[in-house]
């Protein structure tokens, strides 16, 4: 059993290997059986990776401290979900779990497609495998999850030994979000490939056409969809635990996360161009490319040490194999496109700047505007290093000074857009399209005003939030009312079917709509406030409408930490609202103290609460009280956008015409059913739209 | 009548183009009324303020002296290291020293790392330039790229397969409108 997991491993390389090799062989010489042979490893991939990932779970839940990895990453005392989720506490394992959700898509991108596109499937199948083989390469002989401690006996001979208990999992770890936030968002990266996969394959093998967008769509949304949650939960599990009061630092490794989501939410809007009017099929290869190149080089942020980043793992050199894929990668690229730039030719050109056409263009201008921002301030100390020999920083407050606009333009383009016909946008329709939905956000900007919001950009964004609300409601409207008056079914019915026969639009403006909470979650950030008092039992603390009242301390304890924990009592206007726990958690194993945030989360605001441990001076207890406007906003907001985005999964259904057997009754005797030449409506689904 | 709707069009093309401009003009203006002015921050205490001019060096943030909360390079609990270099500030504040003066104490303590964003001097200017020149060359390229394709189509148009007198013809009767030939 000791050496299943890595054997599996091996045999998960040599099988990527001979997926990659064959395939090419394949194409070659054009020999069929090749092909399917390549096609069948690149499947075994899985199934012997699935293998090594099983093998090392259980070395986790049998305590086997004799393997380097789970004992540095484990203690027995550890509940067993978080034995499940050390699996990508390290360097070593994250590696193997990325390389395992990777051969989890390339396994079910080919098995789908297996009697599909015969001219298509074996250029992705050897793009998928290359992409494993690297990954392999360094699970193998670069980070080897299954390294086992060895010791040299008295004679001297180096033997297996194992501790007799782990070193414990980071207690930053400890946390029900860190059980699914890394899958989430390594599902996010690794799910990017297959649309890389299919774009150089179809460029590769001069696939017609817009085939190979469509094979994609889906997946894409599938990959974006993910990022969006991991990123998300990423910024809830910094809101939960971390205790500074906020969910976005700008830290590297978190902005890393974020360059393939612009560019992936840049491709999802440009995608409908290529498949519209046949326009921007060379930029939607590029972002396709520069997508999964901005996914790689996010994995050689967060592991070569590149960068100072909390969530960064050990400095080692492994950032040089990423480098070298990455400049691989980028040269494939760069002679694919080069070799068959022929083939990517507008079909259609822009008829009018007043168009759906132009503002997707300016979408995802700003898009990659933002996407270069973010880039530049996360690379330019390096940058600055090389250059000049200082090193610096460039902290949050250069990113909200550069992204806060672009930011802003993109809400205003999400409420732009949907109004603009495609090819041309007379004015007259343009006022008419407009009107509303602009004096609504002017509206709430002065009703705001009046209110006392004075802060320039939640201004702006409030506006701008109102104003794209109102043009997705209106869109909504416009359609149902049309089916409505038709079938004379009643209005929220009539939304249902509209959605239904158009789910990618209307799921599209679902996602829009949650951008816009998250938007507005965003812009209470210049209303937050905060106070830290030392608080003996019987003091009170104050902050906005609330009144704390310290009512005790005490300890809690069990196997794998102490836990020292304050008792508050909320008081609102006199009233007793709600009793708070924040604590200070003493991890056992690691050594390592971490608090407990304590949240009281209402649509309006967040009552956050730190029990920030003993003031060295006095040894009197520190509360450090945190009040957050609308950051439920943003949780709520992410949800919408997932729904959204899984509504535009579904299949559009359609009225179609289907003919049904009817039953007619003659006089005297039963005739046999036949096929009515009378037409039934009936529902069906369409997987190609 | 022609004359007239030439104006028109004109009109019209004007309109569109400053509904198109505008928006991209609001965004770099914003974005350079902020680079002129602190803004971002509330606090009105100077100390506070100061704090979150410098970075705080406990090696396991990315985060201000005021509002980084970690120990000792791990996150929790307020940072022995923030807390440390917020008094050094509070203590100059009192003295009276000046903001650059104490910046530099803290530059000369421990390098120019310590500054939260990059000073717009010498090479570190680029930091604060290239996201707003960049942006604005690429709209300057998509404009180019735009006016290219609308000539194209245009040609294209005028080089198209010509329309049947007979069909256009029926187009009139059947519409009851006037159609260009």
Known sequence: MDILGSFSLLLAFLAAVYAMGAGIAGIVTRKTLLTKSARNAGMAVFVLVTLAVACLEYYFFTDNFSMAYVAAHSNRALPFYYKFAALWAGQEGSLLLWTWLLSTYAFFAIFINRNKHPELMPYVGVVLASVQTFF??????????????????????????????????????????????????????????VPFAFALGALLGRYPGEKWIHITRRWT??????????????????????????????????????????????FLHSVMMQEKRGMMKVWNIWLVFTTFMLCILGTLLT?????????????????NWFVGFLALVFIVCCASYWKNRDYLRSDNQLDSLVSRESSFLFNNLILLAACFAVLWGTLFPVLSEWVVGNKISVGPPFFNKVNIPIALFLLLLTGVGPLL???????????RNFAWPLSGGVLAGVIALVFGFRDIYSLICLILGVFVTLTIFSEFFRGARVIAGRDGSNLI????????????????????????????????????????????????????????????????????????RATLEVFRNGKSEMMLYPERRFFLASQVTETMVAVQSSPLRDLYIVYAGRSPETGQPVIHAYLNPLVKWIWFGGIVVVLGTGLALLSNRRAALVFRPVTEQAWGDRLPARVSPVGAIAQRGDAND | ??????????????????????PAALVFV????????????????????????VKCMCGG????????????????????????????????????????????????????????????????????????????????????????????????????????????ARARRETGKDYDE
């Open chain 1, 493 to 564: 019915s009539a939304v249902g079917e509209l959605t239904m026969r158009n789910t990618r639009r209307y799921g599209g403006y679902v996602v829009h709509f949650g951008m816009v909470l998250i938007f507005i979650g965003i812009a209470g950030v210049p209303f937050n406030k905060d106070v830290q008092k030392e608080m003996s039992i019987g003091q009170t603390l104050n902050i906005g409408p609330y009144s704390i009242l310290c009512q005790n301390f005490d300890r809690v304890q069990n196997g794998n930490y102490d836990s020292e």
């Open chain 2, 30 to 53: 914003l974005q350079s009324a902020l680079l002129s002015s602190p803004a971002y921050a509330q606090q009105t205490e100077r100390g506070r303020e100061l704090g979150k001019r």
């Open chain 2, 1 to 22: 009548m022609i004359r007239r709707r030439v104006a028109k069009d004109r009109h019209l093309r004007a309109r569109v183009k400053v509904l198109l401009l505008a």
């Open chain 1, 303 to 319: 592991r070569s040490g590149i960068v100072s980043s909390v969530h960064a793992f050990a400095q080692s050199s492994i950032g």
């Open chain 1, 221 to 266: 949304m599938i990959a974006w969809c993910f990022q969006s949650i991991g990123i998300l939960l990423g910024a809830h599990w910094a809101y939960a635990v971390l205790g500074w009061g906020g969910y976005w630092a700008w830290d590297p490794v978190e902005n890393a996360s974020l360059l393939p989501w612009i560019t992936g939410t840049a």
């Open chain 1, 136 to 193: 392999l390469t360094l699970n193998n002989f670069v980070a080897s999850p299954f390294a086992v401690l060895a010791g040299a006996d008295p004679s001297g001979v180096m033997r297996v030994s194992a501790l007799s208990d782990g070193h414990g999992l980071n207690p930053l770890l400890q946390y029900p979000e860190m059980v699914i936030h890394p899958p989430m968002l390594y599902l996010g990266y690794t799910g990017f490939t």
């Open chain 1, 421 to 431: 016909a495609w090819r041309k946008t007379s004015f007259d329709a343009l006022k």
């Open chain 2, 61 to 168: 943030c990315n985060d201000s002296a005021t509002a980084c909360n970690h120990t000792g390079g791990s996150f929790s609990g307020p940072c022995d290291m923030a807390k440390g270099m917020q008094s050094e500030i509070n203590e100059r504040v009192t003295r009276n020293e000046s903001d650059d003066l104490t910046l530099q104490a803290f530059v000369q303590e421990y390098g120019p790392t310590v500054l939260i964003v990059p000073p717009a001097k010498g090479f570190n200017i680029a930091a604060w330039v290239t996201p707003i020149v960049v942006p604005l060359l690429a709209i300057i390229l998509v404009w180019v790229v735009v006016r290219r394709w609308r000539q194209k189509a245009t040609l294209a148009t005028a080089s198209g397969p010509e329309i049947p007198a007979e069909f256009l």
